[in-house]
């Protein structure tokens, strides 16, 4: 009984770090560089979330174009500074090594963290409800209500439309052909700047569906929120195989089901250590991820 | 001949840290002499990293979890078997006080140096296979760990943190550790073995085809980062006093990482970069509470500033 | 590159070495104004500040004006260290004030005994802070007072017999909170049935509730920071938990109610005043409160703002700016009247005061009960 609950309780947290680790491993896809900052992103989208509903007024009388005016604004937001991002701070760095832009993206973090803070306050903000909790079942101890359900459906709504931008339209194939090589698909006449924003700015738009998405069923934002989640969701890009958008959602939803487990059953302090433990289990035996492509790394 | 000369080195070089510190605590605002320890700590910390990320070329971000063990057993040492030591050395031995806490903390560093090594073989020898973020995130994963495995044990305070440890750190014993670290890890690398070390960060393929024994050589430079950052967290828990966990985060090993990177390869570098990174938030202090958003702002700008150097070569 | 950081080496070396001289009396302050308990620091100093802007207003302390030196640990012990060297022995403070967090105060109080500078915390409560030596105090509940008025107020208030104890395992207060409420809860006869622990900043409870719930207490204690209760509260009503919560003064916050909202309804936590104590001290304190800075004040801001009272207070009686004198002045204060109670320092330098218990019912916190010390 109570193992169920906790099931349902793992895939609902497993789902927003599903979201988060998409747009880690897109952009890894193609740049290889892990933006340390995708995770500020998100906090990023949780915030503009806020200030938007509350200037809006959802709560007091929330109606649906208001509520869909709130989401699409902040992600909105959020793309553009992820391609702003990009655009500064992380393509000046593009020919040096790419530990010097790891750290830019370091830098970018502590920015967004810390201005977060000035700017946002420190103080944690109650997210207004723009959908009411209700309980769609429940059967002896076993709760669920709709917006748990809502996470799961949404992210895995969102997975399935990014595997199709990816693998379907041109611009996913343009993506596909940068991640490739740069130099070659530049040749090919592909507009690699324009490709590499457009990556930014889908990742970006995740992480704060992600933002949004976790305070309607956690309803307190603050600035450094994104710290610890980003940090796992990237740990689950690699557990799926970075580079994989299944894999993603996949490494997500096992980091998400095993935190709840860990902290349910045997003590919420070994949960982190638990999740670095299982990452290294994995890179160890299977060092491309569970889903990832086995192949020689370019020398 | 040559060996009474290398210990008349020896004990000049004791005596000129040992008058070095005399006249600092003498004449130097204590608020200075904290950051100054502080820098050497950092330059400590930085030039063992620089062994493992900037000349071998394997990219760790776990250094704070060695630390934090050097940190923790030392203080252990000092804490607990200290004083016994201290009244076997005055009361059996007849040693002036001076010359037992001297003892007392060079042993404390020599187990904290010993078991952080022993912590970065145990880690290093799994984690090593894997390559570049894949290692990276490994390392920091395994950081953490150690972290959480210290929250979780009470002998050390858990997580209302370990109080009373003695202050022995000071200027003197930085010094030493200081000179110590840049002696063992700049002698090294421009030793003959020591070029193994290169030979791997160049190209790890041909470097195992000339005949190096890869996995020894980057075990080899784990372990000797992570004693370096195990006598650094000893020198830092005897500094301040008191240890919490929270002074080994993910974020101060990325502190870490930040100076070796900025530096670029050489440990002069490293060094630089880890005092300007030290005094950067004191300067700062004059900006109050926006003081990080400029530190932050000042990292992206040297790093982009150090970008023009590598696009031109 | 290494040209360039030489020079900006020695360039803030210089920079570092000015200061600036003037009449004013110093008082420093260190807190956590940046990283991860960034909001408790300011709320600290807005009380701090307040505090001071009226004895400013009144004419200072002996006449002279007060400056207040602010300086940022970024939440880490390492740093308080130096915040407060640089108090001391650069800006020359006669006094220092701060620290919320027990385990920052451990490290900065060493450095104020040592240089006989008297130290009021605000809000640290680990025991120890104060037995680091005669020149430091505080002004709050040590974790043992209070985790025995929150055990005995379950046990024979409420008649509760079956409790959970669900603890901030990051946090020293927390966990200390937890331990001696525990304590006395088993020796009054009571059962502890399921300790569970979370960390700061977690917004994901319902794992450790879930299991909670399932061992079936009848309340839950959660000695745990406003920042998490509200999100705590409701994640357990949305399991369905009907019992009450109960915690300590890390719930005293406005952001309590509004992120709990329906869900920490009929709860009840222990603090150390009323906010709507007709007495005029507190009224006073919370309007001026709200107009400087409009928002409701909580615990730290309450907390800091009595420090520097007593610490003021202290300077007036001693009428001396010297540590020592300062003090012995301390350590005599004696039924001051601060908005968080009546304060008296003990011969452990720590602040006894009445507990108040106050219940959370329609969205207002109301005053509850007293327990005396």
């Known amino acids: 009984m109570q193992f169920l609950q906790q099931l349902i309780n793992g895939i609902s947290w497993g789902s927003i770090y599903a979201l988060i680790a998409l747009g880690y491993t897109m952009v890894y896809g193609v740049l290889r560089l892990i933006n340390f900052a995708h995770g500020d992103i998100y906090m990023l989208g949780a915030m503009f979330g806020y200030y938007v509903a509350v200037f809006l007024g959802v709560a007091e009388h929330a109606s649906g174009v208001r509520v869909l005016s709130v989401v699409l604004i902040s992600m909105l937001g959020c793309g553009l500074i992820g391609v702003g991002i990009e655009r500064f701070c992380y393509r000046p760095l593009r020919k040096a090594p790419r530990l010097a832009a790891l750290m830019t993206a370091v830098g970018v973090s502590l920015l967004l963290e810390n201005g977060g803070q000035l700017i946002f306050g420190a103080d944690p903000k109650f997210f207004p409800p723009l959908i009411h909790t209700r309980e769609i079942f429940r059967f002896h101890e076993i709760v669920l209500n709709n917006i748990q359900l809502m996470i799961f459906a949404v992210s895995l709504l969102l997975m399935f439309l990014l595997h199709w931008i990816v693998m379907k339209t041109r611009m996913g194939k343009a993506m596909r052909a940068v991640s490739f090589s740069h130099d070659a698909a530049g040749l090919v006449g592909i507009p690699v700047n324009r490709v590499i924003s457009f990556t930014f700015f889908l990742g970006s738009l995740l992480a704060a569906a992600a933002g949004i998405l976790v305070s309607l069923s956690n309803p307190k934002v603050e600035p450094l929120m994104g710290i610890m989640p980003g940090l796992k969701a990237f740990v689950a890009a690699v557990l799926g195989g970075i580079g994989n958008m299944m894999g993603a959602m996949i490494g997500g939803l096992i980091m998400g089901i095993s935190e709840v487990l860990v902290s349910g059953y045997i003590s919420s302090t070994y949960r982190d250590a638990f999740a670095f433990f299982i990452l290294i289990f994995i890179l160890l035996y299977k060092p491309s991820g569970l889903l990832g492509k086995t192949g020689p790394e370019k020398l | ?213 890869t996995t020894k050589y980057k075990v080899g430079a784990f ?72 530190y932050s702002l000042v990292l992206i700008f040297l790093m982009l500033a150090r970008a023009k150097k590598w696009k031109s070569t | 590159m290494r040209k360039f950081l030489l020079v900006l080496a020695v360039g803030m070396g210089l920079v570092m070495g000015c200061g600036k001289k003037s009449d004013d009396v110093k008082i420093g302050v260190y807190a956590s104004l940046t990283g991860n308990t960034a909001t408790f620091g300011e709320s600290m100093r807005k009380g701090i500040e307040l505090a001071f802007e009226e004895i400013n207003a009144q004419g200072g302390l002996l006449g002279k004006k007060v400056r207040l030196i602010v300086e940022d640990d970024q939440s880490k012990p390492e740093e308080a260290k130096t915040a407060v060297v640089k108090l001391i022995k650069r800006d020359r403070v006669v006094a220092v004030l701060g620290e919320v967090a027990s385990s920052r105060s451990l490290a900065g109080a060493p450095e104020c005994q040592r240089s006989s500078v008297p130290m009021v915390t605000p809000a640290s409560t680990n025991p120890k802070v104060t037995e680091i030596g005669d020149y430091i105090f505080r002004v709050c509940f040590i974790d043992p007072f209070q985790g025995e008025v929150m055990a005995k107020f379950a046990y024979q208030t409420l008649g509760l017999r079956r409790v959970a104890v669900f603890t901030d395992v990051k946090n020293d207060y927390s966990v200390g909170l937890a331990n001696y409420f525990e304590k006395t809860f088993l020796e009054l006869g009571g059962k502890i049935i399921g300790e569970e622990s979370y960390s700061e900043g977690d917004i994901e409870f319902r794992a450790q509730l879930t299991t909670i719930k399932s061992q079936k207490p009848e309340a839950i204690f959660i000695p745990g920071y406003y920042t998490e209760v509200g999100l705590i509260a409701r994640q357990a009503r949305e399991l369905g938990f009907q019992g009450p919560l109960l915690g300590g003064d890390g719930w005293d916050s406005p952001k309590t109610v509004e992120i709990g909202g329906s869900a920490v309804e009929g709860c009840f936590f222990s603090n150390h005043y009323a906010s709507d104590d007709p007495a005029s001290v507190v009224q006073d304190f919370i309007r001026s409160f709200k107009e400087k800075y409009g928002e409701v004040p909580d615990a730290m801001a309450v907390l800091g703002y009595d420090a520097a009272r ?56 109301k005053f509850f009960k007293r327990v005396e010390p």
Not at chain 2, 234 to 254: C, D, K, M, P, Q
Not at chain 2, 256 to 284: D, Q, Y
Not at chain 3, 321 to 348: C, H, M, P
């Open chain 2, 1 to 213: 001949m040559k060996s009474i000369r290398q210990v008349l080195f020896c004990v000049a070089i004791l005596c000129f840290f040992f008058f070095l510190n005399h006249f600092l605590t003498l004449y130097l605002n204590p608020y200075y002499l904290q950051i100054l320890i502080y820098a050497g700590i950092n330059v400590i910390l930085a030039i063992s990293l620089n062994l493992v990320n900037a000349q071998t070329g394997q990219f760790s971000m776990g250094h704070a979890g060695f630390m934090a063990v050097g940190a923790y057993a030392s203080a252990f040492f000092t804490d607990r078997v200290g004083p016994l030591l201290h009244s076997f050395f005055t009361h059996v031995l007849a040693f002036p006080d001076f010359f037992s806490s001297f003892f007392i903390f060079g042993f404390a560093l020599v187990i904290a140096g010993c078991l952080s090594a022993g912590a970065g073989f145990i880690v290093g020898l799994p984690v090593l296979r894997l390559r570049g973020d894949y290692l990276a995130i490994a390392t920091l994963g395994f950081g953490e760990i150690i972290r959480v495995m210290i929250l979780n044990m009470d002998v050390v305070g858990g997580a209302r943190g370990f109080t009373d440890i003695p202050i022995y750190t000071n200027v003197f014993w930085l010094g030493l550790c200081v000179y110590g670290t840049w002696m063992v890890i700049g002698n090294l690398i421009h030793s003959t073995k020591g070029r193994a070390f290169l030979a791997i960060r160049e190209d790890e393929v041909a470097a195992e085809c000339m005949g190096i024994h």
């Open chain 2, 223 to 294: 372990v000797i980062g992570a004693f370096f950052a195990g006598v650094g967290g000893a020198l830092l828990a005897h500094e301040v006093g008191y240890l919490h966990t929270n002074s080994f985060t993910f974020l101060r090993s990325i502190e870490i990482v930040v100076m070796v990177v900025l530096g670029g390869t050489s440990l002069v570098g490293s060094a630089l970069a880890a005092i300007v990174l030290t005094l950067l938030p004191e300067v700062l202090r004059f900006f109050s509470e926006y003081r990080m958003v400029v």
């Open chain 3, 310 to 365: 007593v610490l003021a207070d202290a300077i007036h009686r001693a009428s001396s700016f010297q540590g020592a004198k300062i003090r012995e002045a301390l350590a005599q204060t004696k039924g001051y009247e601060g908005v968080s109670g009546r304060v008296t320092i003990d011969q452990n330098r720590n602040a006894r005061k009445a507990a108040v218990v106050l219940k959370i019912e329609n969205g207002r916190v």
